[in-house]
């Protein structure tokens, strides 16, 4: 639909044709054939996650409110993040009693974009009927479209909207689309209207007016879908916003090729850090083409040895240019050495166990290759946790096979335990051996190592690994904080468990974390894991099993 049908004095004009062009159609004709309770605005799919149609089965719809409400406005872990989109993305009929609340399916869809999905939640939107009668779907499906970057289909969803049309947000996103149309005087009027209406925000205020009027428009704004689009078509370099930018813009940011390279590695730096984009996204960014003199990065393309950086200033500087060059130096150069300086240099930036993982996944095939090509490591045990923290088992199991206890850094008898937990977990091949050595520790030594080897055997137990007789009963008496969960809802999460109720159990587990955005505890941690691992979703309790044992790993910034 051109931009123009969504104007103040064609409004009604807009919505009787639109009416008629629905009520005309054949999936119109369809949708109103069945009875409104019927309607399943929940079931589309935002992409292929390989869940089953009967996620939700036995699961509450006012349960699903509730949390979705929770996860749409609390910070989450890039696991238990990841655990959220996979959920909310599958196409799978409604929780019981949700499939025509139109208020439920919007949360799903807002719980997506707050997450970082903008394409899924528009996907399923997309694939939902009568959008247009819901203010609270079309809301979404427009604030999706405009971070996409689809002005366009915005612009139609507001002209298609059958409730609420004079609201607040509607008129800023009204006062948009004249803009993009070229309306300037119809854009100003509507701009004008929503300030008498009440209308305060400065930024989406000076941005809009910028486009109106042609004034100075200061610097780029991203809080809100609104002031990203606006920001966008004024050109202006998003870095500034970036750091408080909502998840779905980074990904837009990351993406668009128009964006100063800068702003894109900021964008995909934090990106990175909170488990939105892969790791080979990020390296393609940050080692573009033209950074091997080719077109294309590739080993025979590549300079063979290009000059090794300051490591040192390098490591000092925060900004992800600098991230990058080291990313670079480690994927181009042929020199072995340098390769692994840059490696330590980039797993030593991580101020925090999350970022620690980000790190380990952007830097993964270059231990592998160092470990392929036999370097000896200055790290071992450095390397084989990151391997392990990035989804690479294999090669931390390499590099452990040849660490011999305290003959390299940090190789005591407690951090090979951690280590060898942390691989194990990472396999999903639970080791009984393993625990049982955790468990052995954990009886051992100081209050502070053998908290970390009690924290660590709860979280390899919750993910199946066997115990002996003796190193249950050992288990049981470890001192491990209580979980700040209530119990009724941990009851609840086992009953989830207990009942092959995947997607209730992923729900309360989400409810879970939402309530401590510092980090999971422990023992709120191992229930999770243990619940999830029951119901089914096993890699996911993988993961968030994983996140938690890095955090015993390296508890603290590497020196």
């Known amino acids: ?16 044709s ?65 655990l959220a989109r996979r959920m909310l993305a599958a196409g799978a009929a409604a929780p019981e009693g949700g499939g025509a609340d139109s208020a439920l399916a919007a949360a799903r869809a807002r719980a997506l974009l707050a997450l970082g999905d903008p394409d899924a ?8 009927p009568r959008v247009e009668a819901s203010e609270a779907l079309s809301r979404v499906r427009a604030e999706a479209a405009l971070t996409l970057g689809q002005e366009a289909k915005a612009c139609e969803t507001g002209a298609r909207l059958q409730e609420n049309r004079d609201g607040a947000w509607w008129l800023k996103l ?3 689309c004249h803009a993009f149309a070229g309306e300037t005087a119809a854009g100003q009027v509507t701009l004008d209207l929503w300030r008498q209406q009440g209308g305060k925000d400065a930024a989406f205020d000076r941005l809009a007016g910028a486009i109106l009027s042609g004034s100075a428009p200061g610097k780029a704004a991203a809080g809100d879908a609104l002031e990203y689009a606006a920001s966008r078509r004024l050109k202006l370099d998003p870095a500034p916003a970036l750091a408080s930018a909502p998840p779905a813009v980074l990904i837009a940011v990351a993406r668009d090729s128009e964006t ?13 850090r909170l488990g939105l984009i892969s790791a080979e996204n990020v390296r393609a960014l940050y080692t573009p083409p033209s950074a091997a003199g080719a077109p294309a990065v590739t080993d025979g393309a590549a300079p063979s040895n290009p000059a090794a950086p300051d490591y040192a200033t390098l490591a000092k500087d925060t900004t992800a240019r600098a991230e990058a060059a080291l990313s670079t130096a480690a994927a181009l150069t042929g020199d072995a050495a ?25 830097v993964q095939p270059r231990i592998a290759e160092l470990v392929q090509a036999g370097v000896a490591l200055e790290d071992p ?17 390499a590099i452990r096979a040849g660490i011999e206890q305290n003959t390299a850094p940090d190789s005591g008898p407690l951090e090979l335990a951690l280590l060898d937990a942390l691989i194990t977990t990472a396999a999903r091949a639970p080791s009984g051996p393993v625990l049982d050595r955790l468990v052995e520790r954990g009886a051992l030594g100081d209050a502070k190592p053998k908290a970390k080897a009690q924290a660590a055997a709860l979280l390899t137990a919750a993910t199946g690994a066997p115990l002996s007789p003796g190193a249950r009963a050992q288990l049981a008496t470890f001192d491990v904080p209580a979980a700040k969960a209530t119990p009724a809802r941990l009851t609840a999460l086992a009953m989830a468990a207990d009942g092959k109720r995947p997607g209730e159990a992923a729900l309360l587990a989400l409810s879970i974390a939402a309530q401590q955005p510092a980090g ?16 089914g979703v096993t890699v996911e309790a993988a993961a968030i099993a994983l996140e938690g044992l890095v955090a015993l790993q390296r508890p603290e910034p590497a020196k």
């Open 338 to 362: 340098v390769r692994q300086a840059a490696v330590l240099a980039l797993l030593r930036r991580a101020k925090s166990p999350v970022e620690f993982q980000a790190m380990a996944r952007l």
């Open 121 to 128: 939640a528009l996907t399923i939107l997309d694939r939902t």
């Open 18 to 82: 639109a009416t008629l062009w629905l009520l005309s159609s054949p999936a119109w004709a369809q949708v109103e054939s069945r009875p409104l309770e019927q309607l399943d605005l929940w079931s589309a799919a935002g992409r292929d996650t390989g869940l089953p149609a009967d996620l939700w089965r036995g699961t509450s719809g006012e349960l699903a409110s509730a949390v979705l409400a929770q996860i749409a406005e609390k910070p989450l872990s890039p696991a238990m993040s990841r």
């Open 260 to 272: 100063p390279q800068d702003a894109r590695r900021d964008a995909v730096a934090r990106a990175l």
């Open 520 to 535: 999971l505890g422990v023992a709120d941690r191992a229930a999770i894991v243990r619940a999830l691992t029951a119901a």
């Open 174 to 176: 009204r006062a948009l």
């Open 381 to 397: 045990v450095l390397f084989a946790a990151a391997s392990a923290a990035a989804g690479d088992p294999a090669t931390a199991q």
């Open 1 to 16: 639909m051109d931009l123009k049908a969504f104007t103040r004095s064609g409004r009604r004009l807009a919505s009787v």
